[in-house]
């Protein structure tokens, strides 16, 4: 088969960051052809040893319109995929396929005011492709970033996320976007204490945010791990935000990691 029939490129590793043991974040070249929006996700391939190519989704972290493709990856124990990927270094090859899919893309929400983002862990990764890009800015009036993870050395990307205000494209949406970190197992400056459905069922997550939760003004999207992700949805829908579909917009968008 020739390179261009294939449904897939080979792309080069420019950058590997590692945050803990167990994350890292990486930058790769990315196709002049590969189209994507902010939110989707892409099949990523590793050849193994024995020649197979093992192959998982990964969502971009980077923005629609960066000439690179950012992805931030846990390295599970024994995990088939990110054994391999945590190998590799600066300048070797990644598979990517050349479509990206996935719909935790803001067309999933016909109007709202306010945004909530609720990630756990890598779940992370396309709210930050959506807050590189102009939409969401545009479209709402505040923007809530919930980040959870056990420790808060855990917590990626600080850097990025305190300088997206900063940037000249964005600044006129400047007081728009509050973060809110939330660490689980230990007590952290400026970060809430437990999970982000006791945050949400106590009252202390709209507290923080000085915003409430209602079908009316909130538009909700959650990421990560699929137990967080039910449990938040039991709680949404007992205040009335529901899943939003095609055939019925709602108020709540999810994407589940595993
Ligand atoms: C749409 C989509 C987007 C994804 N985007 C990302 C991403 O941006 N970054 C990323 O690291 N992973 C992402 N994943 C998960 C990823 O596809 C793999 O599951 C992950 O790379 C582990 O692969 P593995 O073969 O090593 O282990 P697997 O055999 O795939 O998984 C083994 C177990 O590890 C745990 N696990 C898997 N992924 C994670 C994770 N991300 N965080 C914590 N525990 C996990 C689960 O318990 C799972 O059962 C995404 C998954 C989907 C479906």
């Not at 990315?30 to 189209?35: S, T």
């Not at 992700?229 to 968008?253: E, F, N």
Request: glycine content about 8%; some cysteine.
């Amino acid at each position: 088969m020739t390179a261009s029939a294939e449904k897939f490129t080979r792309q080069t590793l420019l950058d590997v960051q590692p945050l803990t043991p167990s994350l890292f974040s990486l930058r790769v070249t990315r196709d002049a052809g590969f189209r994507f929006r902010a939110g989707q996700f892409a099949r990523l391939g590793v050849a193994k040893a024995d020649g197979s190519v093992v192959w998982r989704a990964y969502s971009m972290v980077s923005s629609p319109f960066d000439e690179y493709l950012d992805f931030f990856s846990i390295v599970v124990p024994g995990g088939e995929f990110t054994s391999e990927l945590s190998r590799l270094r600066e300048g070797d090859t990644l598979l990517i396929d050349r479509q990206a899919f996935g719909y935790m893309t803001l067309d999933r929400f016909v109007d709202g005011r306010d945004l909530w983002l609720l990630a756990t862990g890598t779940g992370i990764a396309p709210f930050l492709s959506i807050l590189q890009d102009f939409d969401a800015w545009e479209r709402f009036d505040s923007i809530k970033l919930v980040y959870s993870v056990r420790e808060a050395r855990e917590l990626a990307y600080q850097d990025v996320i305190a300088g997206l205000e900063q940037r000249d494209y964005l600044a006129e949406y400047a007081g728009k976007l509050q973060f809110i970190p939330v660490v689980t197992r230990e007590q952290h400056p400026g970060a809430l204490t437990g999970r982000i459905t006791a945050l949400i069922e106590n009252g202390e997550l709209e507290r923080a945010a000085g915003l409430a939760l209602s079908p009316e003004h909130s538009r909700v999207m959650i990421c990560g791990n699929p137990q967080m992700i039910d449990d938040t949805r039991q709680v949404l829908k007992a205040r009335d935000l529901q899943l939003s579909l095609s055939r019925r917009p709602g108020q709540v968008a999810v994407e589940n990691y595993w």
